[in-house]
């Protein structure tokens, strides 16, 4: 006992004499010994194991209640609200027995619909988000293309994504993506083996309803409304190339820069007018591409006399026949107008079906 103190009398001289840096003296089974025998007092360290003690129950109890919760433990798990289990409606519930051994996480998609602007990307999504192994961002992240956003780094993409089990496929949707030039590299470098949704329909057609989208913009905001013709006709009479709706619409222009990162078997094209038109064969197409199981079934469409487009059976769905701007009436075109369109972008669709080795029938 003695000698311990002696000894530790001349190691404290020996430091407020030395300028020599301090490494360590002794081995740790020593210092351990005599800081617990001579600095903490006996009842002090059995309150510490107390606390310690029920420390290490408490962390058990929640890990235990984590790995058996299923379906509303995310309070528990991931410390956010419950609410965001049921995203977009999705009733989770459906899917507790297909997951039975897994846990819900947010996870980067592995698939984005990347465009085009008022092709149906938000019908496509919204269809989607029926499947049972498929959980969508209801909001366009614009992550890939905002510099600001970019930046914040792909964890903080990652928690924009809702809760899903690992057998899930995530979706995100931005139609600017399609159009952007920084988009294609970013979103290769998060996962140069994603799988790519870009919908697109008729140019003349998505034209004349980009600027119908971007005209009752303007009315919402009591701003001068100019007539299309005046938009897409410059001052000699040709297609001004510098109006952004008609650029959109030269899709080879946008596919070509997709190409130079991704193979043409990781994007698939879906017909916005079929959409519309038909879903279902669609919808069918695209489940095979993202290999899930066809779970969403023919009847869940019905066709809207009234509305002129498929609206779904299901009630879960608040809005069946999708959002009011979607059926907005569109302008009447003079038909000259049209027919000079038309010319203009027949030789461009063409450069496009021969990149996409996929055809459309356009006029
Ligand atoms: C989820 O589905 C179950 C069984 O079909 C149903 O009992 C429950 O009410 C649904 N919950 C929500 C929030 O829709
Ligand atoms: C759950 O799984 C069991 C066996 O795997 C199956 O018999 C049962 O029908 C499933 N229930 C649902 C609701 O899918
Ligand atoms: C990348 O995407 C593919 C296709 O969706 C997916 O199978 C894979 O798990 C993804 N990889 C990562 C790291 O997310
Ligand atoms: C059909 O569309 C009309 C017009 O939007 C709507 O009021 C009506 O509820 C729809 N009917 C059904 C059965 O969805
Ligand atoms: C083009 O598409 C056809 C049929 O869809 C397919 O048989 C062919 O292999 C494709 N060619 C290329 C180069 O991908």
Not at 289 to 317: M, P, Q, T, W
Not at 336 to 346: A, G, H, P, S
């Amino acid at each position: 006992m003695s000698s311990v103190s002696n000894e530790e009398n001349n190691l404290s001289d020996w430091f407020t004499n030395s300028t020599v840096s301090y490494t360590r003296l002794r081995n740790i089974s020593d210092w351990s010994h005599s800081l617990l025998k001579y600095q903490i007092p006996k009842s002090v360290r059995r309150k510490l194991l107390i606390i310690l003690f029920i420390l290490i129950v408490c962390f058990t109890l929640m890990i235990y209640s984590c790995v058996n919760c299923y379906v509303n433990c995310t309070s528990v798990c991931t410390f956010t609200k419950p609410s965001y289990i049921l995203a977009d409606g999705k009733n989770v519930s459906h899917n507790v027995n297909a997951s039975y051994d897994q846990h819900m996480s947010r996870r980067l998609p592995q698939c984005i619909i990347i465009g085009v602007r008022k092709a149906g990307t938000r019908a496509l999504l919204e269809y989607l988000n029926i499947h049972p192994d498929i959980v969508v961002t209801s909001k366009e992240q614009h992550f890939f293309n905002t510099d600001d956003r970019y930046s914040l780094g792909l964890e903080y993409y990652r928690n924009q994504m809702p809760l899903s089990f690992s057998h899930q496929i995530t979706i995100e949707k931005t139609p600017a993506y399609f159009t952007d030039l920084m988009s294609q590299e970013r979103i290769y470098r998060m996962n140069s083996s994603i799988r790519l949704l870009l919908i697109i329909r008729d140019p003349v057609v998505r034209l004349v309803s980009d600027y119908t989208q971007l005209m009752y913009g303007k009315k919402v905001k009591n701003k001068h409304v100019i007539a299309l013709e005046d938009l897409i006709i410059d001052r000699n009479g040709d297609i001004d190339l510098d109006y952004k709706p008609i650029q959109r619409s030269i899709y080879y222009h946008y596919f070509i820069n997709w190409l130079e990162f991704f193979r043409r078997d990781q994007i698939h094209i879906v017909d916005g007018d079929k959409l519309i038109s038909n879903p279902y064969p669609e919808i069918n197409e695209v489940e095979s591409f993202l290999g899930l199981g066809h779970r969403i079934s023919k009847d869940l469409f019905y066709y809207n006399a009234s509305k002129g487009f498929f609206c779904v059976n299901l009630d879960k769905l608040d809005n069946p026949c999708l959002g009011e701007s979607k059926g907005r009436p569109h302008p009447e075109v003079d038909p000259d107008i049209l027919t000079e369109l038309y010319d203009f972008y027949r030789p461009r669709n063409k450069m496009f079906f021969e990149l996409a080795n996929k055809s459309f029938d356009w006029p």
